[in-house]
Every structure is written in structure tokens, then in C-alpha cells.
């Protein structure tokens, strides 16, 4: 069974920084893109970050990447995005997704063509 667990949301301060994980079991983690989305109050899913299953090679919203960094420890078979500075607009739900690497590109899984979901975390950002 697949499971892509996300933890680490809550609510915090404008310019207060949060560090999200997913604990990933059930899959060869280093087969798979990893990608984070997220989910405003009425909006849309979008579009993070996601890295590579090898190399380490990152990709992020313009909007995001000076303050978001994505990393992966594959031994420990985990996901993180380290959020620093954050804004009331990032305010959403996140989520932790996988997209197997043989059939996906950069392009499809910023498109959320992803093989597996997580169950979301909040993340409330108070001015």
C-alpha cells in the first residue's frame, strides 16, 4: 500500500518560517519525481516545487523559489519544502505527490500528473 504521509503544517506568523515533510513508504522512492502542490480556500491546486529522482535537480513557481527550497533524503525515504518568509497568500493546504520518473517529465508533474497523492497539511500564515 502506498502511503504519502505530510506533516509539519500549522499556523504561524507573516516572516515566520515552517519546515513540511512526507514520509513516503509502499514505493522505490528513487524512482519517482516528488512535488509539492497546494490548495488556497477556493482555488485551484497549483503548482511548488519538485525535484529529481537522482540527481537533486530542483524546479519552483518564480513566485516561490528565493523562499522555498525542496529536498529529499532518500534513505530516510522522505520529502521536505523548508518555507521561510512566509505571507498570508501562502495560506493552503500542501500537498506531497509522487509522478514515476520513467513515464514523467518536469513538465507533466508541474502539470499534477502525478501516480500518488498525500492527504494535505495546513499551513495558516496570520499577518
Known amino acids: 500500500q502506498v502511503q504519502l504521509v505530510e506533516s509539519g503544517g500549522g499556523l504561524v506568523q507573516a516572516g515566520y518560517s515552517l519546515t513540511l515533510s512526507c514520509a513516503v513508504s509502499?514505493?522505490?522512492?528513487?524512482?519517482?519525481?516528488m512535488a509539492w502542490f497546494r490548495q488556497a480556500p477556493g482555488k485551484e491546486r497549483e503548482f511548488v516545487a519538485t525535484?529529481?529522482?537522482?540527481?537533486?535537480?530542483?524546479d519552483y513557481t518564480d513566485s516561490d523559489a528565493d523562499r522555498f527550497t525542496i529536498f529529499r533524503d532518500n534513505a530516510k525515504n522522505t520529502l521536505y519544502l523548508q518555507m521561510n518568509s512566509l505571507k498570508p497568500e501562502d495560506t493552503a493546504v500542501y500537498y506531497c505527490?509522487?509522478?514515476?520518473?520513467?513515464?514523467?517529465?518536469?513538465?507533466?508533474?508541474?502539470?499534477?500528473?502525478?501516480?500518488?497523492w498525500g492527504q494535505g497539511t495546513q499551513v495558516t500564515v496570520s499577518s
Open positions: 509502499g514505493i522505490t522512492f528513487t524512482n519517482y519525481y
Open positions: 525535484i529529481s529522482w537522482s540527481s537533486g535537480a530542483t
Open positions: 505527490a509522487a509522478a514515476r520518473a520513467v513515464r514523467s517529465s518536469w513538465y507533466s508533474v508541474r502539470r499534477g500528473n502525478v501516480d500518488y
